[in-house]
């Protein structure tokens, strides 16, 4: 089944509130470095990027899913949050050029549970994503260890990011900081 059918046939199957990392972040004050703007991609139906929208970051989403996409901007809509999301395949690597080149530089780029499984188009994504931030940007990686370690994670995006470790036995866990410029 592929994700368009699972939003479209069970909803919010990832339940309401952020991954446990965001939200350990959020109730850290970590925003308060002071992020303007984030980018998030495959944020689904935006449990993730409505969680940062709420705390005054203006979010750029998008997701394979259609529904999913209409369910994250609908809900942004319903709280006049800072949202917007879009359908667009990271995986290909026009629609990838394409909504990166569509984003305003951010400073918050989170990556939470999406992951592209070809190397190269997952490579070129991260390398992508990068470009669309500022210097001294803030990278948020979370993944399953059975997916990717945090070796393997970091080995798929460009060189120069100081990474900090934060991962759990289960889940990969990484803040990743741009250089100053
Ligand atoms: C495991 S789900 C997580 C969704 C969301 N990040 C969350 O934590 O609730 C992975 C998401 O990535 C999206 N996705 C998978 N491949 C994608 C691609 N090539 N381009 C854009 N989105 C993709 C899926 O539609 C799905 O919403």
Excluded: K
């Excluded at 984030?38 to 969680?51: H, Q, S």
């Excluded at 990717?148 to 080995?155: F, G, I, M, T």
């Amino acid at each position: 089944m592929d994700w368009e059918e699972r939003y479209a046939r069970f909803g919010r199957v990832f339940g309401d509130h952020p991954t446990p990392f965001l939200s350990s972040l959020l109730e850290s004050g970590f925003l308060s470095e002071g992020f303007s703007a984030a980018l998030v991609p495959g944020d689904g139906y935006g449990r993730n990027g409505l969680a940062l929208a709420r705390a005054g970051v203006a979010v750029t989403a998008c997701d394979l899913s259609p529904t999913a996409v209409r369910r994250a901007a609908e809900q942004a809509r319903r709280e006049s949050l800072p949202y917007v999301s879009r359908a667009a395949d990271l995986a290909d690597a026009s629609q990838a050029e394409a909504f990166a080149r569509s984003v305003a530089p951010a400073d918050l780029l989170a990556s939470l549970w999406f992951r592209i499984p070809d190397e190269a188009a997952g490579c070129r994504w991260n390398a992508l994503a990068c470009r669309a931030l500022r210097p001294a940007g803030v990278i948020l990686v979370v993944t399953a260890q059975g997916l990717a370690s945090p070796r393997e994670e970091q080995s798929r995006w460009p060189s120069g990011i100081v990474w900090e470790d934060r991962s759990t036995t289960e889940e990969t866990r990484l803040i990743g900081r741009l250089p100053l410029g």
